[in-house]
């Protein structure tokens, strides 16, 4: 296993990739090396040291996507430092308030509570009523759900940096130096 950080993500949009982009950013700028890919086109975890996976939310779900990796490679992710995060809820306020504190799927916590991530983290989302068809602009309408931009970047490059700040730690005590 190299000095490899995986950020994985399952969009359907495009909201949740630039999350994943941002995180990835964030931990090159330190001087990891870091890939940030689709889950779908993920086939072998073994080149990765630790593994950041987020996933779009949509009534309270994961992207179908997301959860088929995490299912998938759930054995190798409990060898793993992971990290997983949702984007998803619109408007103002705290993200997890939103949901009514939800923080993250109930069907996937066992896997979840098998792999025990660092941290999981809920990021508010992005609705572009461009992208959506007409049965989700039904939806949205009907929930009055905001719609907007509603993506805390601070917030996300905080986090990022946080797990920049684990990985580089133990980057330190094994003796080992990432670069970019």
Known sequence: MCNQILVAYATKYGGTAEIAEKIGQVLREVGLHTDVLPVAGIRDLTPYEAVVL???VYIGKWHKDAVKFLQANEKILTERQVWLFSSGPTGEGDAVELLKGWHFPETQQPIA???QPCDIAVFHGNVNMKKLNFIEK????????????????EAITSW???IADVLKEKDLTSGTLSEQ
Not at 138 to 152: E, H, Y
């Open 113 to 115: 509570d098998r792999i």
């Open 160 to 162: 990022a940096t946080a």
């Open 54 to 56: 987020g996933s779009a």
């Open 138 to 153: 039904w939806m949205l309408k009907n929930v009055q759900a905001p719609l907007g931009d509603f993506r805390d970047w």
